[in-house]
C-alpha cells in the first residue's frame, strides 16, 4: 500500500463540519440556504449536504454581514449581490487587519 501524503485536502464538507468553523446550529445553514441563492450546497442520494470551499466562503460572507455586522438578512441580501466576490475581498482584508491588531496588542503586553 503506498503512503499516503501528510495532508490530503478535503473537496467536500458536511452541514456538521461547517457549522462547527462558524459556531453555529446546522439549522441555522439551512435556514440561510433557504433565503440566499448563492448558498446550494450539492446533496448525495441520500440528501446529505456537501459544501465546498467556495460555499463556505459565501457563508463566510453571510455570517460577517448577518453575525458580526448586524445586516438584516435582505440587507446582507442586497450586499452579497454587490459584487460578492468584493465582500469576500473585504471580509479577508478585516480578518488580516483583526489578526494583525491581535498580534500587536499582545506584544504592547508582553513590553509593559
Known sequence: MKNLPDEIEKKYFTIGEVAKLFD?????????????????????KNGVRQYTK????????I???????????????????E?????????RAIETLEEIKGFLENLRSKMG
Open 83 to 91: 459584487r460578492p466576490e468584493a465582500k469576500a475581498e473585504m471580509i
Open 54 to 61: 467556495k460555499d463556505i466562503e459565501k457563508l463566510k460572507t
Open 63 to 81: 455570517y460577517f454581514l448577518v453575525k458580526q455586522k448586524g445586516y438584516t438578512l435582505q440587507g446582507a441580501k442586497e450586499a452579497m449581490g
Open 24 to 44: 453555529v446550529a446546522p439549522s441555522l445553514i439551512r435556514f440561510w440556504e433557504t433565503h440566499f441563492d448563492v448558498i446550494r450546497p450539492r446533496k448525495t
